[in-house]
């Protein structure tokens, strides 16, 4: 399950393992980005598994064309009143298909966000064969992943939502526009390279000006379309944290996925967590960790903590207390800087792992939440982190059937 996230995982550098843990690697880096022109289908995962209330979704993925709206306009009007949210995950495409597709969310009042969708049924099919399974009109059995991405064109569809969700780990990718204009006609015709030219500046200026107008309209900054100018074309520009808030896509400053596991193959499997954290010294330099817990024998797991190098002017100190009412296990920090693209555009990570029983992992999954706190020094505060548990009992019960652990 997971191929290709899977593969993204084990092709990184891995980072040298704490004592008494197996291994330890950074986060997935991104797969190629799906091709082929968008689809939609609906998709049902857990209680609460695409936000508290919702187990069912929309998913769409792939390159926006003329026939998503469409595609699209179909699928709510199949769900009807149940107003499923939409959850893209797409390379964009054609920018005015894009805005017709934000205007037709807005109309209809559906949250959106950006998640990539895995079906269970899709596991060791192939290409072929998921998307025709996508293409039956069944609701699909499947999991949400927040590694995924909005680029280009789709960021226009994404803003049209009003509610819109970026999750930590997702990422929203902007350039400039790219003008295709066949001129063999005019060439003919004979107008001259200057006039040319000055067509295509006049063109380039009307397209802005209407994705500004689009993105006012939509609630957003348009300080979000005066930055993709200056990224060409043939380049991405992957927004921070910062900027996704600072131009209102998404305001929300704290998120945090639900624990989820990550299929490795026989025997290995994850539990993994993203969340968003503040630096110390600025509240609004905001960036992406994660937690991850692993099988280390029937009895054990490892537990590490990818905590973001610029949320610290010098970093953490060697120790951080993971708790979860009166139980607590110490972290220690261990190994080099982990750097990855694949959560956060040119992020580094210091990590810090422990050991840990079954029975505490069970006892932290009774919980609502766990704190993460580490002692402050002459740089910085003490602070502490309370994370919810929400989906960890379901992934340590994976753990303990994949470690050869009984179930207590």
């Not at 200026?205 to 100018?229: C, F, K, T």
């Not at 060409?232 to 131009?247: C, N």
Request: aromatic share 6%.
């Amino acid at each position: 399950m997971l191929k290709i996230l899977i593969l993204a995982f084990l092709v990184f550098g891995l980072a040298p393992p704490a004592a008494g843990q197996s291994r330890d690697a950074a986060p997935p880096k991104e797969s190629k980005k799906p091709s082929a022109p968008m689809i939609f289908y609906l998709a049902k995962g857990g209680s609460d598994s695409c936000g508290p209330g919702c187990s069912e979704w929309i998913a769409a993925e792939g390159r926006i064309d003329e026939s998503s709206v469409q595609g699209l306009r179909a699928v709510l009007s199949h769900t009807g009143k149940q107003k499923l949210p939409v959850f893209f995950h797409s390379a964009g495409g054609v920018a005015t298909a894009a805005r017709a597709m934000g205007r037709l969310l807005r109309e209809r009042a559906i949250r959106a966000g950006v998640y990539r969708t895995i079906p269970r049924d899709c596991a060791g099919a192939t290409e072929q064969t998921c998307r025709a399974l996508k293409q039956s009109g069944q609701v699909l059995p499947a999991a949400l992943s927040n590694i995924a991405s909005c680029d280009s064109a789709c960021v226009f569809a994404l803003i049209g939502a009003k509610v819109r969700q970026v999750p930590p780990g997702a990422r929203l990718g902007i350039h400039s526009v790219k003008l295709i204009i066949e001129w063999g006609h005019a060439r003919n015709a004979g107008y001259s390279e200057r006039q040319m030219a000055s067509y295509e500046r006049a063109r380039l200026a009307q397209i802005n000006a209407q994705h500004r107008r689009y993105a006012q309209e939509m609630g957003v900054d348009p300080g979000l379309i005066d930055l993709s100018l200056q990224v060409p074309h043939t380049s991405i520009h992957y927004l921070s944290r910062e900027e996704i808030i600072r131009f209102g896509i998404d305001r929300q400053e704290f998120q945090e996925t639900r624990w989820d596991t990550l299929e490795l193959g026989l025997p290995e499997v994850w539990a993994v967590k993203f969340f968003v954290e503040a630096a110390a010294k600025d509240r609004k330099d905001l960036h992406a960790s994660f937690l991850r817990i692993s099988c280390r024998n029937p009895r054990q797991v490892g537990i590490t903590y990818f905590r973001h190098t610029g949320l610290d002017g010098t970093g953490a100190g060697a120790t951080i207390r993971l708790a979860a009412g009166d139980r607590s296990v110490a972290l220690t920090k261990f190994g080099s800087v982990v750097t990855t693209n694949a959560v956060e555009a040119g992020a580094s990570y210091n990590t810090w792992g422990a050991v840990a029983s079954f029975e505490f992992l069970e006892t932290v999954a009774a919980r609502d939440e766990i704190e993460i706190s580490a002692p402050g020094d002459a740089e910085a505060a003490a602070r502490a982190l309370r994370l919810s548990t929400a989906g960890l009992s379901q992934a340590s019960s994976a753990l303990q059937q994949r470690c050869g652990a009984k179930p207590g």
